[in-house]
């Protein structure tokens, strides 16, 4: 892509979100909440401060820089964090978050854009989390002589980095003064067109992400009553796919007192009513009430709040993570295998390294796609809880492959410690 193009992009792009906005409650987020950002910027941003800007695409992308977010807040007590998002989706849901000092919208690309941006924020160090590359964003932190690092990163042969109409993106690359990967192979690639000298495997953030959440577990007392003695499923970040997979495969279950904790990746009314239907025997985290002598009488409960699925996989017997239906593929496994946990999904994982890693290391399976019956999902539920050698193995498995995985903040921290990227 030429520059001409991505100008030609960034002009469609902007009109057709302003288009959307009229009818797509997400796009009328993306506009409304960059109204008079350069404003509310300068009002909140002091021109003395010194500042660490983090940028995410989402809500996921925020969960792989948070570790290292809060490592460098702890580290850096003079500086300031700025906390940026592209989506909806990140920013509504951690516009509140306290790790940083501040939280906005990232206006979208361009020079006027980028330029202004930068005189407001005058970072002292730029962080871009896994994907995301504006083209005048890292030209003007370039030709600023800020600091910019790439974390968490993960690429893939099919992407336009190394394809030959690719010179704009590679251009792109080579503006980052360290590109943090996740994997031997990507940085294969990047060492393939010419900028290994910039570039270390350093793992994914997510593992000491998840390591950290597990090691904070608080009981939640209105779960543990819920649980009581049954075997559990912990189903998160379902999709109506997943709902109706799973509904079959429990209803035709030969294990006595087995429950379902569900939460969707979708919290609607309209989406929990159908849930509802799909499970009769359900009631709603947001009805319970503690102590509550009827819970014994359900067998599902839907989680219909945002928050809690890092904890409830601590309850499980064996999870199963949403998304694996669906081609755009699994979502996070590592939230469930932390806590020795074996993991079940379906069978799109595979552009998803830490799925794939965590099924070669033995702490998950993946089915086959089961639409219709939920058959085999419900031949694997059973084969896994009546065989205690099978299960053990397993689940120890899981929890094996996320600690063996952890240290990459600390890698990327002792990198702007060595390079004195603050201290300059």
Same mark, same amino acid.
């Given at each position: 892509m030429s520059v001409f193009f991505y100008n030609i992009f960034l002009l469609l792009f902007r009109l057709g979100t302003h288009l959307a906005a009229l009818f797509n409650p997400k796009a009328k987020k993306w506009v409304k909440g960059r109204r008079d950002i350069f404003e509310k910027l300068e009002a909140a941003i002091p021109p003395q401060e010194k500042i660490v800007w983090m940028h995410c695409a989402?809500?996921? *992308?925020? *969960?792989?820089?948070?570790?290292?977010? !809060?490592?460098?807040?702890?580290? =850096? $007590?003079?500086?300031?964090?700025?906390?940026?998002?592209?989506?909806?989706?990140? =920013? *509504?849901?951690?516009? %509140? =978050? %306290?790790? &940083?000092?501040?939280?906005?919208y990232l206006p979208l690309d361009g020079p006027r854009n980028a330029k202004r941006f930068l005189e407001i924020v005058h970072p002292s160090l730029v962080i871009f989390v896994k994907y995301e590359f504006w083209f005048y964003y890292l030209k003007k932190v370039k030709y600023r002589n800020i600091p910019l690092i790439l974390v968490s990163a993960l690429f893939r042969e099919d992407m336009s980095f190394f394809k030959w109409y690719g010179a704009m993106q590679r251009k792109m690359l080579s503006r980052f003064d360290h590109l943090f990967v996740q994997t031997a192979t990507s940085k294969k690639l990047i060492d393939e067109i010419g900028l290994a000298n910039i570039c270390t495997v350093s793992g994914d953030t997510r593992f000491d992400r998840v390591i950290e959440i597990a090691e904070q577990f608080k009981p939640v007392p209105a779960i543990e009553q819920f649980a009581g003695s049954s075997k559990i499923i912990v189903a998160?970040?379902?999709?109506?796919?997943?709902? *109706?997979?799973? +509904?079959? &495969?429990?209803?035709?279950?030969?294990? $006595?007192?087995?429950k379902l904790i569900l939460a969707p990746h979708e919290i609607n009314e309209k989406h929990l009513a159908e849930i509802e239907k799909l499970f009769p025997n359900s009631i709603r985290y947001s009805q319970l009430l503690t102590p509550d002598s009827r819970l014994q009488a359900y067998n599902c409960l839907i989680i219909d709040n945002v928050g809690m699925l890092s904890k409830l996989y601590k309850? #499980?017997?064996?999870?199963?993570?949403?998304?694996?239906? @669906?081609?755009?593929?699994?979502?996070?496994?590592?939230?469930? #295998?932390?806590?020795?946990?074996?993991?079940?999904?379906?069978? =799109?994982?595979?552009?998803?390294? /830490?799925?794939?890693?965590?099924?070669?290391?033995?702490? &998950?399976?993946?089915?086959?796609?089961e @639409?219709?019956?939920?058959?085999?999902? +419900? +031949?694997?539920? /059973?084969?896994?809880?009546?065989?205690?050698? !099978?299960?053990?193995?397993?689940c120890r498995a899981a929890g094996d492959f996320v600690r063996s995985n952890k240290g990459a903040t600390q890698k990327i921290l002792q990198f702007i410690q060595e390079k004195r990227l603050l201290t300059s």
């Open positions: 989402s809500l996921g *992308e925020f *969960e792989q820089g948070r570790p290292l977010l !809060e490592k460098m807040k702890l580290q =850096y $007590p003079a500086h300031k964090f700025l906390l940026t998002f592209f989506s909806p989706s990140g =920013y *509504e849901v951690r516009k %509140d =978050y %306290d790790g &940083a000092d501040w939280v906005f998160g970040s379902t999709w109506p796919e997943d709902e *109706e997979v799973l +509904q079959k &495969a429990i209803a035709n279950n030969s294990i $006595p007192s087995l309850y #499980a017997d064996i999870t199963y993570i949403g998304g694996g239906l @669906k081609t755009n593929g699994v979502h996070n496994v590592l939230e469930a #295998a932390v806590y020795n946990k074996i993991v079940l999904f379906g069978p =799109y994982f595979h552009k998803y390294t /830490e799925a794939v890693g965590l099924v070669q290391a033995g702490g &998950a399976i993946s089915f086959a796609d @639409k219709k019956d939920g058959i085999l999902l +419900q +031949q694997l539920l /059973e084969a896994l809880l009546t065989d205690n050698g !099978e299960y053990t193995f397993r």
